[in-house]
């Protein structure tokens, strides 16, 4: 129930304003696919086969070495298609059937799996893009939710002796290429891989928001025009900190158009909730597996999910 001293965590009372809420928007993080099984490469020291997975995302590391770059999320792209979508992406799947044009869901997750569980894309904002959409590294083409396992032949990894994979940035190999231009440490001819199908000179490569690049324009407008369009009743917070831009900005931008925060995450209050963390006694948290509560929490408006295969 409500308390004075902080959030509710009173499933009925949450359902209470569940049922009175007219637009809701959600904002989704790493949490929200965990119980799908998914790894991730956040921190200084992530790490994927020898390489520090955030030098690979960056528009430099692709001009410098795109078959690498490649690679990796050729990894990632098989890794994501493993894995299923879980209760937490069919239960907003569901709300956003529901609510239409009423609900938003915001995430900052390149996996594909609300892609997956069917989530209107036309209420899904990707803040970060996706693995699963193709873009041209020259153009502006892009093709979206391509599923292909590997998405060109020459980027199946076939096992961890694949010798492709050996250098990494900090080898005398790797050093001795900035020092010298005619010293070729790309791991793949950039001739052989795939090629705009479009402007015909351009690299394809995953349509995914890398270091030092800007977030889509069109996503960030279309979510601010959703946000001013009306009140905001409720915004969920889903297994994520929301300490980044643009997230970090969208809880107190929904809470200034009235929303209630609904915080689900692993950490309680004594964890760490980022941009989340100054809950009122209006507020909800709920601790624990997002796959497990939005199901439960969301009930009174989506029903109860049918076991589902993606």
């Known amino acids: 129930m409500a308390s004075i001293y902080g959030p509710s965590t009173d499933v009925a009372e949450f359902h209470e304003v569940l049922k009175s809420s007219k637009r809701i928007m959600a904002l989704c993080g790493a949490g929200l696919s965990a119980a799908s099984g998914l790894g991730t490469f956040r921190g200084a020291g992530g790490m994927w086969r020898n390489h520090k997975a955030t030098s690979l995302a960056t528009p430099e590391a692709f001009e410098r070495d795109p078959g690498l770059v490649w690679l990796f999320y050729s990894y990632r792209r098989h890794k994501a298609l493993q ?41 899904l904002k990707l803040l970060h893009g996706s693995l699963f959409d193709i873009k041209c590294f020259a153009c502006d083409r892009i093709e979206q939710n391509n599923y292909d396992d590997p998405f060109h032949p020459l980027l ?68 601010g025009a959703w946000i001013e369009k009306d009140k905001i009743d409720l915004i969920l917070v889903i297994g994520t900190t929301a300490t980044v831009w643009p997230a970090a900005g969208y809880v107190e931008e929904a809470r200034n158009k009235g929303a209630k925060v609904a915080v689900i995450n692993m950490d309680g209050l004594e964890g760490e909730l980022g941009a989340a963390s100054d809950l009122t006694d209006d507020d909800f948290l709920f601790q624990g597996d997002a796959a497990k509560i939005l199901p439960e929490i969301l009930k009174p408006i989506i029903g109860g999910l049918e076991k589902r295969e993606s």
């Open 83 to 123: 894995a299923k979508p879980n209760p937490g992406h069919y239960a907003l799947t569901e709300l956003s059937k529901k609510m239409l044009e009423d609900f938003i869901t915001l995430t900052q997750n390149v996996d594909g799996l609300s892609q997956r569980a069917n989530h209107p894309r036309e209420q």
């Open 156 to 223: 199946a990894i076939d096992s961890t002796e694949d010798d492709r994979l050996a250098a990494a940035e900090n080898t005398a190999q790797a050093r001795a290429a900035y020092e010298d231009p005619n010293v070729d440490t790309r791991t793949i001819n950039p001739d052989d891989l795939p090629h705009c199908p479009k402007c015909k000179k351009g690299l394809l490569r995953p349509g995914v928001v890398w270091f030092g690049e800007a977030l889509p324009e069109d996503t960030i407008a279309e979510v």
